[in-house]
């Protein structure tokens, strides 16, 4: 076997396998097991994720090869295995060092609970999951990987399971994104059905032909559309599901009723880049689908914006940091609507890194606080948490993309993108995305100053033990720290400039690669900070960062005010733009009354009463009848035989 | 290979079994007759080892052939023998036989012989039908399997039972009636008794389409297809958890085997012609099922109407293949098809096996099946809980479980017959994870609210071996299908030919 596949199997393997044993014997081993074996085994796969890194970066190793056959049935052949290549790597090595990092950070954040076993034996799980998700080779895995992620997703939402609103919490998770790959799996048939293979290679070299044959779908005698559009439109439907685009964004939010390291790595680092993962894997088929990008673009950059602005009126610590990861998806999906895979790969890794970060010392603070969330019963805890204090700026300030840190880059670049591209919708897109610069950078300063400045408003029972967390929770901290400021420069030239890092395995157009070059002052990182000045995202976010000074540090009754004067905007943030309301009303309430009527109208009186039980009847008064007519009187029997001689005369003789 | 009667023994050792157990009536005998049962069980089962083991599957001939003098008066042979599509299902009711003899170890408490009995003499019967070769022998095991059933139901089940039984009787034999007009009809033209010589006669349409619905209507009853379905929740609710299972696990695979051994090759024009008429009613039972479902409050008979709604996926995937062939004029892409429809039989027969089993654990510690009486199960239960949660997650079609697999296949088939059938199959992603899981959050997950729910005890013994032994073939299926799909391949490929040779063009002859 190829080494790179032997690695990424090896790499996939050993979080399963301490996932699997801890999971058996969780109730018998003591914590230090239970955390000892998943974090090696997640050590283990990160170093050989460094590894791994190196041989295909540095080497410029590239293997694809199936490990065993699934299944094989007629012409169709499913297989496991693995594609690795420089995407592969770098998600590889993202998804173990995040994964890594939380693992030994809910060392600390899970000390004491009931389910600390099982807790671990599920990220490990959840980390097993992806890196097959990222490896695949094929749809069929791939698929493997989506819904394994989803299920582990769903079993950490609801980790407690005690409480109802985490119970709904994952069961709206699963469901929702059921919805997604719901369109997901059609266009998996849909690739089956067009190319003949679920292989990614195969695939991949056909799409040319199937689009320059224009080969339609008769959708109805009249409606055709074309194949790869609909497959790649489907199959993007399962990214809005889990990749967690408007309109199937709702249950996102409520993921944070998880532990939070769980919203850290599944909820905003990892599971949620997986449609941005699969589009830009998929990109020698978005290529030829213009129609699928443009509505892709156009998904994209409206999470990205009004997503962003419900963060404002959030006072949960987690769920501003939840809305931000929804706004920050829209950005890195709005960056695939205009070919800017690499772009959107780009802003996924410093995402991961800073969103990490900002939901990682948000837990912190919730450590110190008693898991008390509520951000206006914070305030001023920079004093007590001075190490979370400073990890939280670096996160919000690479998030609200100010430069040196490393969202400054990755947003700049895909702002700047979609500013150039031709098309349909990119103006709206660019509109979106720009406002949305200010909006970030509001909505993150807003939480952070109501956090850490501002007047203490903590209870004095809990004051009196607030105290920075233990050393298991801040290193992890002060580790992600280091990748959010520094990790945007040095990937800036591969990813954004001359976006060769990720070389054959991202594939763009030549007549869409051209609105990729960046303006010409974009001609290094060094130079890019030194532009950033000119830049409107960039005043806009400065903007944004004063303007939530000046609302929450120095007139702090504004809000009120605002909130006040402008209560029907107000109500309708609340209420989330009504997404959920609708949710409930129209798909809760809908699906159980007809639930109710099927089974009560449908099935009990219909079919059982009507149909079945109506046939018994029928045949016991068929039988009461021709019992009557057995009367045992000769002239009845004498009668019936009259007319029916009769009848049969009348018949012979026509 | 050993000249031993393999099926035969598969056949009348239980049933011999079945009698022994009987003598060891009374109570006080309850334990005699629980090592009958597992000692014949056991015997089977590894009687099945061979079976397997030396099971050809490169050819699509029936194996382990069996031919002796019955009533050669009417022709009647005692013919048994297996393909690629009938061996996994005699293994699978073995195996499901010895699956419900260890779970009722400790379960079931009155009148053990006669259940053990009954369990054992069913299986006797269950193997009969899928071996049989002549459709008389064929029709007396697929009567005859009624019996113990509505026995089981009589006897065992709960408050309702009187009228859960006979509604089963009633329907079942119904739909069979006409089933026995048709073998006698295709035995005119035919001249033998035997299912295979029905695959050469030449059948005019008109023809066709009465045997056609002859045959329907057994098979339907017992899939159990819309609007012919009524009779499953009544009698899962009221069956005890054994019955439930075999219900589940084997009687209801019978009617897609019917399909696939009388409709398809014995009438493939008429299957043609009406296979829009499947297909809708697949659809219904898939997606509509899937609301009632959604509404129930008794965990069995959600769980029956959810395998209403999977059924509708091995009848889907039955009649699409004339969608498919049709459409790309190329056999090879409908093997997909009804290899799909196979494994999702098998598929269905552990996952929801296992349901009906854990609510037959539930049931014993609380003495109620509606959801609402529990909650919080996982707090005093969290082995139990988390085997449940594989088992739902295979209902629910999740990659990995063998749930997914058949789904899978049959939805991708489904593609290639039209775009919208997929998209109308597929919905059941979203259906099936709405009803399964919910009744799961109400049921296991939250506080406990019943104060009864705070007594259980774990699970453990024979309940768990069950549960383990069914959960690694849930696994094993997901994980690597392969051989199991390399068993069928031979003869799905020769039901395939003939059901598209038409059998009009020789007619008159």
Redesign the interface.
């Given at each position: 076997m190829n080494t790179l596949i032997l690695l990424s199997l090896i790499i996939c393997i050993a979080p399963m396998i301490a996932a699997i044993i801890i999971g058996l014997v969780s109730k018998r081993v003591g914590n230090t097991i239970a955390h000892s074996v998943t974090t090696v085994s997640v050590g283990i796969a990160f170093i050989l994720a460094c590894y791994l890194a190196k041989l295909v970066f540095i080497d410029n190793q590239v293997a694809n090869a199936n490990v065993y056959t699934w299944a094989l049935s007629g012409a169709f052949q499913f297989s496991v295995g693995f594609l690795v290549d420089k995407l592969t790597a770098l998600m590889m090595l993202t998804v173990t060092f995040v994964s890594l990092l939380v693992h030994v950070y809910s060392i600390g954040y899970m000390r004491g609970d009931a389910g600390y076993a099982r807790f671990f034996s599920y990220i490990s799980l959840f980390t097993f999951a992806m890196l097959m998700l990222v490896g695949a080779n094929n749809f069929l895995q791939l698929f493997f990987g989506w819904e394994g992620v989803g299920l582990v997703s769903y079993l950490l939402i609801g980790f407690w399971y005690q409480r109802e609103s985490a119970n709904q919490g994952s069961l709206k998770a699963f469901i929702v994104n059921r919805i997604g790959d719901f369109g997901f799996i059609l266009g998996i048939a849909g690739i089956l059905s067009y190319f003949g293979s679920l292989d990614y290679a195969t695939v991949f070299q056909a799409v040319p032909a199937v689009a320059a044959n224009n080969t339609m779908l008769g959708l109805t005698q009249h409606w055709q559309v074309g194949v790869i559009s609909l497959i790649a439109i489907l199959l993007f439907i399962g990214a809005m599901g889990k990749s967690a685009q408007v309109p199937l964004h709702v249950w996102l939010p409520e993921s944070m009723e998880g532990p939070t390291p769980i919203s850290a790595l599944i909820h905003a680092a990892t599971m949620v880049t997986a449609g941005i993962y699969m589009v830009a894997r998929l990109s020698p088929l978005y290529e030829y689908a213009p129609a699928a990008l443009s509505f892709i673009l156009v998904i994209g950059a409206t999470g990205a914006l009004f997503t962003g602005i419900l963060a404002i009126v959030q006072n949960d610590i987690k769920r501003v940091v939840a809305y931000s990861t929804l706004s920050q998806l829209g950005y890195m999906v709005a960056a695939l609507g205009v070919s800017g895979y690499s772009l959107g790969i780009f802003h996924l890794v410093t995402h991961a890194c800073f969103k990490a970060l900002l939901f990682l010392a948000a837990g912190s603070v919730i450590i110190a606080m008693h898991h008390e969330q509520d951000m206006r019963k914070m305030g001023g805890l920079w004093r007590y948490l001075p190490v979370t204090y400073i990890c939280f700026l670096i996160g919000a300030l690479s998030l609200s993309a100010i430069p040196p840190f490393a969202g400054f880059f990755s947003k700049d670049a895909i702002i700047d993108i979609i500013r150039n591209s031709q098309m349909p919708g990119s103006s709206y897109a660019y509109a979106c995305v720009l406002a949305g610069s200010f909006v970030t950078a509001f909505y993150v300063f807003r939480a952070f100053f109501m956090t850490f400045h501002t007047d203490c408003r903590v209870d004095a029972t809990v004051r009196e033990h607030l105290h920075e967390s233990p050393g298991v929770v801040y290193w992890p901290l002060i580790i992600l720290a280091i990748p959010s400021v520094i990790i945007g420069g040095l990937l800036v030239n591969g990813l954004a400039l001359q976006g060769d890092l990720l070389g054959s395995a991202i594939t763009v157009l030549p007549t869409h690669s051209a609105a990729l070059r960046l303006e010409d002052d974009y001609s290094g990182a060094w130079a890019m900070l030194a532009h950033a000045y000119l830049t409107p995202a960039f005043w806009l976010a400065c903007f944004g960062i004063v303007v939530a000074w000046f609302c929450y540090m120095s007139q702090p009754h504004i809000p009120a005010w605002a909130a006040k004067r402008f209560s029907l905007l107000y109500r309708i943030l609340v209420d989330k733009y009504g997404f959920d309301s609708f949710n409930d009303w129209f798909f809760v309430r809908g699906t159980r009354n007809l639930a109710r009527f099927a089974y009560r109208i449908g099935d009990v009186k219909l079919v059982d009463d009507f149909m079945v039980n109506g046939s018994g009847r029928l045949i016991s008064w068929l039988s009461s009848v021709t019992r009557r007519v057995q009367s045992g009187y000769l002239y009845h029997y004498a009668l019936i035989m009259i007319v029916g001689l009769l009848l049969l005369m009348i018949w012979l003789a026509k | 290979m050993s000249q031993l009667p393999l099926l035969s023994l598969l056949i009348w050792l239980p049933m011999l079994g079945g009698v022994l157990a009987l003598f060891a009536h009374g109570d006080a005998h309850a334990n005699k007759a629980r090592w009958i049962a597992i000692i014949t069980s056991v015997v089977c089962l590894s009687l099945c080892v061979p079976l397997w083991m030396h099971f050809d599957i490169s050819t699509a001939a029936m194996q382990f052939t069996e031919h002796d003098a019955w009533i050669p008066q009417y022709g009647m042979v005692y013919s048994l023998g297996v393909d690629g599509i009938a061996m996994p299902m005699v293994v699978l009711s073995t195996f499901t036989t010895l699956v419900v003899v260890l779970a009722s170890w400790q379960a079931i408490k009155v009148r053990v012989a006669q259940y053990m009995a009954t369990f054992l003499i069913m299986q006797g019967m269950m193997v009969g039908v899928f071996c049989a070769l002549d459709s008389v022998l064929f029709y007396i095991f697929w009567e005859a399997m009624l019996i113990p059933m509505y026995l089981c139901i009589g006897m065992w089940g709960m408050e309702n039972r009187t009228y859960a039984s006979i509604?089963f009787f009633?329907?079942t034999f119904f739909g069979s009636a006409l089933m026995l007009v048709a073998i006698l009809y295709l035995r005119i033209q035919s001249g033998s008794f035997s299912i295979m010589s029905f695959y050469n006669v030449p059948l005019s349409m008109p023809v066709q389409i009465l045997i056609f619905f002859a045959f329907f209507l057994a098979f339907a009853v017992k899939v159990p297809m819309?609007?012919f379905?009524?009779?499953l929740p009544d009698a899962h609710t009221e069956a005890p958890a054994g019955g439930s299972v075999v219900l589940a696990a084997l009687m209801l695979k019978m009617g897609v085997y019917g399909f696939f051994r009388f409709n398809l090759p014995i009438v493939p024009d008429a299957s043609n012609a009406l296979s829009w008429m499947m297909i809708v009613l697949s659809l219904i039972a898939i997606i509509?099922i899937a609301?009632?479902?959604?509404?129930?409050t008794d965990m069995k008979r959600l769980i029956a109407y959810s395998s209403i709604a999977h059924m509708g996926f091995a009848t889907l995937a039955c009649f699409i293949i004339y969608l498919v062939v049709n459409r790309l004029d190329?056999?090879?892409?409908?093997?997909?098809s009804l290899?799909?429809a196979m494994v999702q039989m098998i598929s269905h027969a552990f996952s929801t096996g296992a349901m009906f089993f854990g609510v037959g654990i539930l049931y014993e510690r609380l003495h109620s099946r509606y959801i609402h009486d529990f909650g919080?199960v996982?707090?005093t239960m969290?082995v139990f809980a988390a085997l449940f949660m594989l088992f739902a997650?295979s209902n629910v079609g999740?990659?990995?479980t063998s749930g997914?697999?058949g789904e899978?296949?049959i939805?991708?088939s489904?593609?290639?017959a039209s775009?919208?059938i997929?998209?109308l199959a597929?919905?059941t992603?979203?259906f099936a994870?709405?009803y399964t899981?919910?009744m799961y959050?109400r049921v296991?997950?939250?506080?406990i609210t019943n104060p009864a729910v705070s007594e259980f005890k774990e699970i453990h013994g024979s309940e768990y071996a069950v549960l383990v032994i069914l959960a690694v073939f849930v696994i094993g299926i997901g994980?690597?299908?392969?051989p199991l799909?390399?068993v069928f391949?031979a003869s799905v490929g020769h039901l395939l030919t003939l059901s598209q040779v038409s059998k009009l063009g020789v007619v008159l002859s």
């Amino acid at each position: 076997m190829n080494t790179l596949i032997l690695l990424s199997l090896i790499i996939c393997i050993a979080p399963m396998i301490a996932a699997i044993i801890i999971g058996l014997v969780s109730k018998r081993v003591g914590n230090t097991i239970a955390h000892s074996v998943t974090t090696v085994s997640v050590g283990i796969a990160f170093i050989l994720a460094c590894y791994l890194a190196k041989l295909v970066f540095i080497d410029n190793q590239v293997a694809n090869a199936n490990v065993y056959t699934w299944a094989l049935s007629g012409a169709f052949q499913f297989s496991v295995g693995f594609l690795v290549d420089k995407l592969t790597a770098l998600m590889m090595l993202t998804v173990t060092f995040v994964s890594l990092l939380v693992h030994v950070y809910s060392i600390g954040y899970m000390r004491g609970d009931a389910g600390y076993a099982r807790f671990f034996s599920y990220i490990s799980l959840f980390t097993f999951a992806m890196l097959m998700l990222v490896g695949a080779n094929n749809f069929l895995q791939l698929f493997f990987g989506w819904e394994g992620v989803g299920l582990v997703s769903y079993l950490l939402i609801g980790f407690w399971y005690q409480r109802e609103s985490a119970n709904q919490g994952s069961l709206k998770a699963f469901i929702v994104n059921r919805i997604g790959d719901f369109g997901f799996i059609l266009g998996i048939a849909g690739i089956l059905s067009y190319f003949g293979s679920l292989d990614y290679a195969t695939v991949f070299q056909a799409v040319p032909a199937v689009a320059a044959n224009n080969t339609m779908l008769g959708l109805t005698q009249h409606w055709q559309v074309g194949v790869i559009s609909l497959i790649a439109i489907l199959l993007f439907i399962g990214a809005m599901g889990k990749s967690a685009q408007v309109p199937l964004h709702v249950w996102l939010p409520e993921s944070m009723e998880g532990p939070t390291p769980i919203s850290a790595l599944i909820h905003a680092a990892t599971m949620v880049t997986a449609g941005i993962y699969m589009v830009a894997r998929l990109s020698p088929l978005y290529e030829y689908a213009p129609a699928a990008l443009s509505f892709i673009l156009v998904i994209g950059a409206t999470g990205a914006l009004f997503t962003g602005i419900l963060a404002i009126v959030q006072n949960d610590i987690k769920r501003v940091v939840a809305y931000s990861t929804l706004s920050q998806l829209g950005y890195m999906v709005a960056a695939l609507g205009v070919s800017g895979y690499s772009l959107g790969i780009f802003h996924l890794v410093t995402h991961a890194c800073f969103k990490a970060l900002l939901f990682l010392a948000a837990g912190s603070v919730i450590i110190a606080m008693h898991h008390e969330q509520d951000m206006r019963k914070m305030g001023g805890l920079w004093r007590y948490l001075p190490v979370t204090y400073i990890c939280f700026l670096i996160g919000a300030l690479s998030l609200s993309a100010i430069p040196p840190f490393a969202g400054f880059f990755s947003k700049d670049a895909i702002i700047d993108i979609i500013r150039n591209s031709q098309m349909p919708g990119s103006s709206y897109a660019y509109a979106c995305v720009l406002a949305g610069s200010f909006v970030t950078a509001f909505y993150v300063f807003r939480a952070f100053f109501m956090t850490f400045h501002t007047d203490c408003r903590v209870d004095a029972t809990v004051r009196e033990h607030l105290h920075e967390s233990p050393g298991v929770v801040y290193w992890p901290l002060i580790i992600l720290a280091i990748p959010s400021v520094i990790i945007g420069g040095l990937l800036v030239n591969g990813l954004a400039l001359q976006g060769d890092l990720l070389g054959s395995a991202i594939t763009v157009l030549p007549t869409h690669s051209a609105a990729l070059r960046l303006e010409d002052d974009y001609s290094g990182a060094w130079a890019m900070l030194a532009h950033a000045y000119l830049t409107p995202a960039f005043w806009l976010a400065c903007f944004g960062i004063v303007v939530a000074w000046f609302c929450y540090m120095s007139q702090p009754h504004i809000p009120a005010w605002a909130a006040k004067r402008f209560s029907l905007l107000y109500r309708i943030l609340v209420d989330k733009y009504g997404f959920d309301s609708f949710n409930d009303w129209f798909f809760v309430r809908g699906t159980r009354n007809l639930a109710r009527f099927a089974y009560r109208i449908g099935d009990v009186k219909l079919v059982d009463d009507f149909m079945v039980n109506g046939s018994g009847r029928l045949i016991s008064w068929l039988s009461s009848v021709t019992r009557r007519v057995q009367s045992g009187y000769l002239y009845h029997y004498a009668l019936i035989m009259i007319v029916g001689l009769l009848l049969l005369m009348i018949w012979l003789a026509k | 290979m050993s000249q031993l009667p393999l099926l035969s023994l598969l056949i009348w050792l239980p049933m011999l079994g079945g009698v022994l157990a009987l003598f060891a009536h009374g109570d006080a005998h309850a334990n005699k007759a629980r090592w009958i049962a597992i000692i014949t069980s056991v015997v089977c089962l590894s009687l099945c080892v061979p079976l397997w083991m030396h099971f050809d599957i490169s050819t699509a001939a029936m194996q382990f052939t069996e031919h002796d003098a019955w009533i050669p008066q009417y022709g009647m042979v005692y013919s048994l023998g297996v393909d690629g599509i009938a061996m996994p299902m005699v293994v699978l009711s073995t195996f499901t036989t010895l699956v419900v003899v260890l779970a009722s170890w400790q379960a079931i408490k009155v009148r053990v012989a006669q259940y053990m009995a009954t369990f054992l003499i069913m299986q006797g019967m269950m193997v009969g039908v899928f071996c049989a070769l002549d459709s008389v022998l064929f029709y007396i095991f697929w009567e005859a399997m009624l019996i113990p059933m509505y026995l089981c139901i009589g006897m065992w089940g709960m408050e309702n039972r009187t009228y859960a039984s006979i509604k089963f009787f009633i329907y079942t034999f119904f739909g069979s009636a006409l089933m026995l007009v048709a073998i006698l009809y295709l035995r005119i033209q035919s001249g033998s008794f035997s299912i295979m010589s029905f695959y050469n006669v030449p059948l005019s349409m008109p023809v066709q389409i009465l045997i056609f619905f002859a045959f329907f209507l057994a098979f339907a009853v017992k899939v159990p297809m819309w609007p012919f379905h009524t009779w499953l929740p009544d009698a899962h609710t009221e069956a005890p958890a054994g019955g439930s299972v075999v219900l589940a696990a084997l009687m209801l695979k019978m009617g897609v085997y019917g399909f696939f051994r009388f409709n398809l090759p014995i009438v493939p024009d008429a299957s043609n012609a009406l296979s829009w008429m499947m297909i809708v009613l697949s659809l219904i039972a898939i997606i509509y099922i899937a609301f009632v479902a959604i509404g129930q409050t008794d965990m069995k008979r959600l769980i029956a109407y959810s395998s209403i709604a999977h059924m509708g996926f091995a009848t889907l995937a039955c009649f699409i293949i004339y969608l498919v062939v049709n459409r790309l004029d190329n056999i090879q892409d409908a093997y997909m098809s009804l290899e799909g429809a196979m494994v999702q039989m098998i598929s269905h027969a552990f996952s929801t096996g296992a349901m009906f089993f854990g609510v037959g654990i539930l049931y014993e510690r609380l003495h109620s099946r509606y959801i609402h009486d529990f909650g919080g199960v996982v707090n005093t239960m969290p082995v139990f809980a988390a085997l449940f949660m594989l088992f739902a997650m295979s209902n629910v079609g999740l990659p990995g479980t063998s749930g997914f697999v058949g789904e899978f296949m049959i939805i991708l088939s489904a593609f290639q017959a039209s775009f919208w059938i997929a998209f109308l199959a597929a919905t059941t992603m979203i259906f099936a994870s709405v009803y399964t899981l919910w009744m799961y959050k109400r049921v296991f997950f939250g506080k406990i609210t019943n104060p009864a729910v705070s007594e259980f005890k774990e699970i453990h013994g024979s309940e768990y071996a069950v549960l383990v032994i069914l959960a690694v073939f849930v696994i094993g299926i997901g994980i690597y299908p392969l051989p199991l799909l390399n068993v069928f391949h031979a003869s799905v490929g020769h039901l395939l030919t003939l059901s598209q040779v038409s059998k009009l063009g020789v007619v008159l002859s």
